[in-house]
């Protein structure tokens, strides 16, 4: 059964860079499925961020695209998150996912709030 | 892109049917059969409950259905339990190779 877990810093500055790592156990990585990141501010809905695939290959959000990017380590089983310029309208609960086909996420982490403070 | 439209609230007691409404464009929901549905209760992850506008996956209830007219995809929850009350959330690919959520559902058992 595959299990990602989220890490990262959970207080950020503003104009900050927010990074988080997921870490999938379980299965690989490298099997043929994307991984995302989907983010829900606190009593809001949920947002997608964006999906990377093992080799690398990216699909951003377009609102965030300028301020995101991902990155895959295949050696440690784990995908990452890096959202630049960072405000408070970004404090939200990140969760990682797999996704199938980019389409739906079938396997979620538990979620790790982010808060943007000054 | 705007988010789907789904009801910010639906009702109904124990034994009985409900349906959540997701409404969205030709590019997204009405585009392809990519439409999925999650349950998320407080505090807890999403999780998957139905894909492909009508598939549900290994270990989901047959309670949860899933269907689409045109721009329009519902989901239906048969034989309500007060285990259902939750929030719904719908989410669509879109034509620009994006994805979409809806805004959210709370479902409350009375």
């Known amino acids: 059964q595959v299990q990602l877990r989220e890490s990262g810093p959970g207080l950020v500055r503003p104009s900050g860079t927010l990074s988080l790592t997921c870490t999938v156990s379980?299965?690989?990585?490298?099997?043929?499925?994307?991984w995302g990141w989907i983010r829900q501010p606190p009593g809001k809905g949920l947002e997608w961020v964006g999906f990377?695939?093992?080799?690398?290959?990216?699909n951003y959000n377009p609102s965030l695209k300028s301020r995101v990017t991902m990155s895959v380590d295949t050696s440690k089983n784990l995908f990452s998150l890096k959202l630049s310029s960072v405000t408070a309208l970004d404090t939200a609960v990140y969760y990682c996912a797999r996704s199938q086909r980019m389409i739906y996420e079938d396997h979620w982490g538990q979620g790790t709030l982010v808060t943007v403070f000054s | 892109q705007s988010a789907l439209s789904q009801p910010a609230s639906v009702s109904g007691s124990p034994g009985q049917s409900i349906t959540i409404s997701c409404t969205g464009t030709s590019g997204d929901v009405g585009f392809y059969n990519y439409v999925s549905w999650y349950q998320q209760h407080p505090g807890k992850a999403p999780q998957l409950i139905i894909y492909?506008?009508?598939n549900r996956p290994s270990g989901i209830s047959n309670r949860f259905s899933g269907s689409k007219s045109g721009n329009t995809a519902s989901l239906t929850i048969s034989r309500l339990q007060a285990e259902d009350e939750a929030d719904y959330y719908c989410s669509s690919y879109t034509s620009t190779n994006s994805v979409l959520f809806g805004g959210g559902t709370k479902l409350t058992v009375l």
């Open positions: 990377i695939y093992y080799t690398g290959s990216t």
């Open positions: 379980g299965g690989s990585i490298s099997g043929l499925t994307w």
């Open positions: 492909d506008d009508i």
